[in-house]
């Protein structure tokens, strides 16, 4: 008799289980994160959808950098980076030929998102995540392009993170459209 007891209350243990899990609704284990992604997704997609570009020259540094957001969450890119040093020849400066750096130059393809999460001091802020993996063709070492950079706002003609190359305000800001290295 006890062994009935047991399998009937395991049966009903069972049946309450499955009851209680009657909702289709996901459970997100921070609902604040998630709500706030929605809306942050919401409000800038459909301004960085598109493909952005920066350009910045330096007396020994310049670099390009054109990025192309696709809706579906896929990214395209291509990336040029170069360096040239100073170097005394005949007791004059000179500048030597611009080189590719050993960073990752060339094509990449991955993804991309927009999300809010909270840092380390428990502070809410809105990433922008991008991963990509050069093309074999174009691959100068085995470093894939990854990023997930503070996101300041996106409008139609505007793109502003904090990548590598930030202006004086501490952002980087990328123009909107195709556009060509100048180098």
Request: charged share 25%; aromatic share 14%.
């Amino acid at each position: 008799m006890n062994k009935k007891i047991i399998i009937t209350a395991l049966i009903a243990l069972v049946a309450m289980t499955f009851a209680s899990c009657g909702s289709d609704e996901p459970q997100w284990a921070d609902p604040e994160a998630h709500e706030k992604t929605e809306q942050l997704r919401a409000q800038y997609t459909p301004f960085i959808v598109g493909t952005w570009h920066i350009e910045r020259i330096g007396d020994k540094q310049r670099v390009f950098e054109q990025l192309t957001f696709n809706a579906d969450g896929t990214l395209s890119g291509l990336r040029k980076w170069q360096a040239r040093q100073v170097v005394t020849i005949d007791g004059q400066n000179q500048y030597t030929d611009w080189k590719n750096l050993s960073q990752p130059n060339g094509h990449f393809t991955g993804t991309w998102s927009l999300i809010w999460e909270r840092n380390e001091k428990g502070e809410g802020e809105n990433r922008l995540n991008l991963y990509g993996e050069y093309d074999e063709t174009d691959i100068v070492t085995y470093l894939p392009y990854s990023t997930s950079a503070l996101f300041d706002y996106a409008d139609a003609n505007t793109l502003r993170f904090a990548g590598l190359w930030q202006d004086g305000d501490g952002w980087t800001t990328y123009a909107r459209g195709e556009a060509e290295p100048s180098f």
